[in-house]
């Protein structure tokens, strides 16, 4: 929980102990307490209630009523919301709650409204497919996005298919760029750029599973088809009824036999349309993850672990004084690369440069990188040369983007340095303005 969500429901405490409580009771106060009630993994909302209990207040949390909310309709901090949905997807979890293991579920609900993702913190015995009526249901924000959560409190009963027909909801257009895990029945138009085909046991028995690259003029995301929709490299497609989760940031366009899946003409987005995408930096630190993706910026630190470095003949693991974490003692296989922190003024992110494009750049292979070090008997002589010069050079790069929680890494497929001759740049800058007088 994040800091502004932990004030968030201290405030909400101290509102209603002011309407009806006379103890004192001081914020620091709460705070500590509501801090240990978490971290014994109580319910959010039950930890407030037994909290406004023991200063003094009546348990007068908005009472709830009756009445359905839609999903578009949902707000972040509604402490309890009724919804009549389906569940679209539904995944277990295994999380560590003060060193005990315990399942909770995630996944997306769906309405004639929408779609939203959702958290359940125990198991209620809901499956895919299932439309039920819940109450009792509570939701905060999570980057950017509105998540249901299934705490303590709340009631869920399964109910007749009928009262919310599939074709209800339609299918919304997206394009790739703005694909976010959660969305749910999407309708995305795009190339299949790669694909892949691999066998999966689903509830025994044994299954085609397809899957790939997808990308539009907007982007790239990757995609999982659970139907033999006879996809065939370089179609154009229409797919509409996937859903969308991700990984590190990237999405991932996920779906079954239940979508339609039509061929167009394959002029309806050529090749050449489909792009790597460029990305200002803080656009990218803010979706986290992207993929096949092309950023520029200035370098801004060459960190360590750049240089050369010796990986573990068994596991590529890089070896910390000879020694492999998993296989122990072992001599090591020399490699080269870079990790460095590029910065564009909106934003940063990490960059690995593995060895091919780490010797473009220094325009020496490994074998020679080996003897300099070798003969100036100076670890550190690598990173000096690296540091003279990629250091507050301007730098493009581009590959796949993970989002993790240290930031944004970039593992880069391909790299050059961006010259930029400020002579120059003035130059043909003072003449387009002349030329606009
Ligand atoms: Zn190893």
Known sequence: MTVDDLQSHIEDILDVLSEDSDKEVSREELEKELRKFLEYGVPIEQAKQTLIKKFGGSVAFPSSTSERTLISDLQPNESSVNLLCRVITINPKEITVKGESRKIFYGILGDESGTIPFTAWKDFEIEKGDVMEVSNAYTREWQGMVQLNFGDRVKIEKTDEEKLPESAYEPKEFKIKDL???????????????????????????????????GDETGKAQFTSWHDFDLKKGDVVRISGGYIKSWKGIPQLTFDEKAVVKKLDAGKLSKEEVQTRKMPLHLLVEK????????????????????????????????????????????????????????????????????????????????????????????????????????????????????????????????????????EESARLSQELEGLQ
């Open 180 to 214: 976010r895990s959660g969305l749910g029945t999407v309708e995305v138009t795009a190339r299949i750029l790669d694909l892949n085909e691999r066998e999966a046991e689903v509830s025994g028995e044994t299954k085609k599973v397809f899957s790939g690259i997808i």
């Open 288 to 423: 986290r993850g992207a993929l096949d993706v092309e950023v520029e910026g200035t370098v801004i630190e060459i960190r360590d672990g750049s240089g050369l470095i010796m990986r573990c003949p068994e596991c590529n693991r890089v070896l910390q004084n000879d020694e492999c974490k998993i296989h122990g003692k072992a001599k090591g296989k020399p490699d080269l690369r870079i990790k460095l922190v590029v910065d564009d003024g909106t934003g940063s992110v990490n960059g690995i440069i593995s060895r091919e494009i780490t010797e473009k750049l220094l325009g020496k292979a490994l074998e020679e990188c080996k003897k300099i070090v070798e003969k100036s008997k100076d670890e550190n002589v690598l990173v000096d040369e690296m540091n003279n010069m990629l250091f507050a050079r301007r730098i493009n790069m581009q590959g796949n983007a993970l989002g993790d929680e240290f930031g944004t890494t970039v593992i880069v497929k391909n790299a050059q340095l961006v010259d930029v001759n400020i002579k």
